[in-house]
């Protein structure tokens, strides 16, 4: 699976983006998706995932209430709605896939795959 993120840009504190996903092939639907981020000289941390089927969903403790995460897989796309931004939040996010159940409540990086170019999200206090 390919997957191209889109959506980031440069914001004051308070203010919202909505990330996009886009994914190519025909098997998006079968693919649990997760959101990542990658701030300067940080390891990358887990965000947001959501089930294949976009029936569930998880959030990292800093962004639950802030960050929704949805699917349209007619669209192949998952969204990333970021509301009431911190500077916190700036960093280089990331989509990817991955094909382990979520029940298995993988976060690590290295269960997902399809890594594309990130979106930079800039978080002005």
């Known amino acids: 699976v390919q997957l191209q993120a889109s959506g980031g840009g440069s914001v004051r504190a308070g203010g919202s983006l909505r990330l996009s996903c886009v994914a190519s092939g025909r098997t998006f639907s079968t693919y649990g998706m997760g959101w990542f981020r990658q701030a300067p000289g940080k390891e990358r941390e887990f965000v947001a995932r959501i089930s294949a089927s976009g029936s569930s969903t998880d959030y990292v403790d800093s962004v639950k209430g802030r960050f929704t995460l949805s699917r349209d897989n007619a669209k192949n796309t998952v969204y990333l709605q970021m509301n009431s931004l911190k500077p916190e939040d700036t960093a280089v996010y990331h989509c990817?896939?991955?094909?382990?159940?979520?029940?298995?409540?993988?976060?690590?990086?290295?269960?997902?795959?399809?890594w594309g170019q990130g979106t930079q999200v800039t978080v002005s206090s």
């Open positions: 990817a896939a991955t094909t382990y159940a979520f029940a298995l409540r993988f976060t690590n990086p290295s269960r997902y795959l399809g």
